[in-house]
């Protein structure tokens, strides 16, 4: 079934219901996501059918899927989540097989019919506002895919550009070259993505009228689909000017794709859009947590200073992750549950908005791309006896926590207290006190705050939430932790814990702070009476 954008022109009488104002980045930072490979998550009508990920085709996941699923995600603690592009995809087969993951538009007026209708990603929107969740949509604005219309090695290759709406003919493109130098940023702008057998036909985003009509694309498409942020695929692959009218057409959180380790090449972007996946983090995460006791947590240290200092808003509204859909799962190099915890600890306990890759907190253990993107469904979505899902809700829950008893929590930037080994990180953002390492689960290690870090009076009691173990601070306010089992530990005050909460309340010693876990559950029937530095006052 196709979907011309031009229908909703007729607004749907549930249009009111269903308008939420627009996010920021501000109303982002709160909250923590959970990434959906869309046809990988679930099906509308439950069958859980075979998957096999080397195959790169289609599944049968779809938005119906998602909806019926909500709970599931939101029972972990999570108040967004991000699907993949939404638009139809190139059809059939390819030399890279079928465009299941979404990442190869063909028209982008029209919805991937694989997962669902219009009506359907209306649904999913309004389900998730109604729960208090946010929708974040992946979109794809540099290039477009058709298949080559002609085998034979012709140069420049040959395509049908009826089906590349609404770009019509050769000339919205780029001229076709691949990028073969990723020094030159001319290239890494103009020339293609891709090879000869799958070309990503590089949209000329230096012409007005592709310009234009992306702009009012993304535009309706926020606005068609009430969309509260998005994430926008090979932001390093379009000239950096293009982006701010872009982002604000959109008038909702960006965040982009730079996939590059390096810092200051990053930084600009987060000038051009909201912001960037903290990538740069993410490489010196993955390195230190997979690469046994050579893994050096101190490049952690060093990426994230770089990023506080140069990105525009620190590193306040970065993307942070440790696996999505372009990278091997830390379990496909590393099982030992005690790093895998470590790991998955890490983007709950900085700076950035938190993201976790569905499946892993199910364990999955897929590597490069495609077999990273297995099917949730053969999970059974089960809860039960899932050490990681328990870890997850944990970290979210202990994040909402600090969030309401420190309402510096989200604008004050975490920092590092020197240890004496790299297999150590010591992070204080306070309330937080999160001790990592890479030991593994036979090692024992142990971290070493000085009194001179100022964290502590020597007075406070403080719980790691992850085992409601305490433990206590010296009278100098100095602190010594040791680890037997290589596991991390996320320390709170006690007082910064509520007896009446679910977290530690055994330990807890605070009488409570009303969480912002509610806020924005239940948001369809309140009144919205202001908007106080990010923060919404019901009435
Ligand atoms: C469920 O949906 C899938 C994908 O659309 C379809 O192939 C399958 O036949 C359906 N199964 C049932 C039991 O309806
Ligand atoms: C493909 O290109 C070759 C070489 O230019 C040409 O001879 C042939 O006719 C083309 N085939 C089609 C179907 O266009
Ligand atoms: C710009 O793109 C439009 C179609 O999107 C096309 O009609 C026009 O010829 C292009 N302009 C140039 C200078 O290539
Ligand atoms: C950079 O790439 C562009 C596009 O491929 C090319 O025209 C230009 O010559 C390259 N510049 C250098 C210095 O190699
Ligand atoms: C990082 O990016 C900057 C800006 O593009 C560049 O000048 C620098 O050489 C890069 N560093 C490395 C190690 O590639
Ligand atoms: C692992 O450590 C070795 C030796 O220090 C280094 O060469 C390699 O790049 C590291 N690999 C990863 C994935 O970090
Ligand atoms: C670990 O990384 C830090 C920061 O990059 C560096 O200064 C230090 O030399 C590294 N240590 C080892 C043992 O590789
Ligand atoms: C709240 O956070 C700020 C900034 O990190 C810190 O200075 C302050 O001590 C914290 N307050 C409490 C009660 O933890």
Redesign the pocket.
């Given at each position: 079934m196709k979907y011309s954008w031009a229908a909703t022109a007729v607004a749907s009488s549930s249009f009111l219901a269903n308008t939420v104002l627009a996010a920021s980045a501000d109303d982002w930072t709160n909250r923590a996501i959970y990434q959906v490979v869309t046809d990988r998550f679930a099906l509308g009508n439950g069958s859980s059918p075979s998957c096999d990920t080397s195959q790169k085709k289609y599944c049968g996941g779809n938005w119906q899927g998602i909806i019926n699923n909500l709970d599931y995600i939101q029972s972990m603690g999570f108040d967004a989540i991000w699907i993949s592009p939404v638009v139809e995809n190139v059809q059939g087969t390819t030399t890279e097989g079928e465009a299941y993951h979404g990442y190869w538009p063909q028209n982008i007026n029209s919805l991937n019919s694989n997962f669902g209708s219009a009506d359907d990603l209306k649904s999913l929107s309004s389900a998730l506002h109604g729960k208090g969740m946010y929708l974040m949509v992946d979109v794809v604005v540099n290039h477009v895919v058709a298949n080559p219309t002609n085998t034979s090695s012709v140069w420049p290759e040959t395509f049908d550009y009826s089906q590349l709406q609404p770009f019509g003919g050769s000339n919205s493109f780029h001229t076709q070259c691949f990028i073969d130098d990723y020094n030159n940023q001319t290239d890494v702008e103009q020339c293609w993505l891709g090879d000869s057998g799958l070309p990503l036909l590089d949209l000329d985003t230096e012409n007005s009228t592709v310009v234009d009509t992306m702009y009012s694309w993304i535009k309706n498409l926020v606005s068609d689909y009430n969309i509260d942020g998005l994430r926008v695929d090979t932001a390093k692959h379009i000239r950096q000017d293009f982006w701010p009218d872009f982002a604000s057409n959109a008038g909702v959180y960006t965040v982009g794709e730079i996939l590059i380790g390096n810092v200051t090449y990053a930084a600009p972007y987060t000038k051009a859009l909201d912001s960037v996946l903290d990538y740069p983090t993410y490489y010196a995460v993955y390195?230190a947590f997979?690469?046994g006791t050579?893994?050096n947590m101190s490049v952690i240290t060093e990426m994230v200073t770089q990023a506080q200092d140069q990105y525009n808003h620190g590193t306040f509204y970065v993307g942070s992750f440790v696996e999505n859909q372009d990278n091997p799962r830390i379990q496909s190099t590393v099982t030992d549950q005690s790093i895998v915890k470590n790991a998955m600890t890490w983007p709950f306990i900085n700076d950035g908005i938190p993201i976790l890759y569905y499946g892993q907190e199910q364990g999955y253990q897929g590597g490069n791309d495609p077999a990273n993107r297995e099917a949730l469904w053969l999970s059974g979505f089960n809860t039960e006896n899932k050490p990681l899902v328990t870890h997850v809700k944990t970290l979210n829950a202990a994040r909402k926590q600090a969030i309401s008893y420190n309402s510096s929590f989200l604008t004050t930037k975490a920092s590092f207290i020197s240890q004496s080994s790299t297999s150590t990180l010591a992070v204080s953002k306070p309330p937080f006190l999160a001790l990592l390492t890479n030991g593994g689960s036979s090692s024992s290690v142990s971290w070493s705050i000085p009194s001179s870090a100022g964290l502590y009076t020597g007075s406070e009691t403080l719980v790691d939430v992850l085992t409601c173990e305490t433990v206590t601070p010296s009278s100098d306010g100095s602190l010594s932790v040791s680890a037997s089992s290589g596991l991390p530990k996320v320390l709170m005050p006690a007082e910064a814990l509520s007896k009446s909460g679910s977290l530690c309340s055994s330990q807890a010693s605070g009488s409570g702070a009303v969480g912002l876990k509610g806020l924005g559950m239940g948001l369809m029937g309140a009144v919205v009476v202001g908007i106080v530095s990010g923060v919404m006052v019901l009435a």
């Open positions: 390195d997979t690469n050579s893994g």
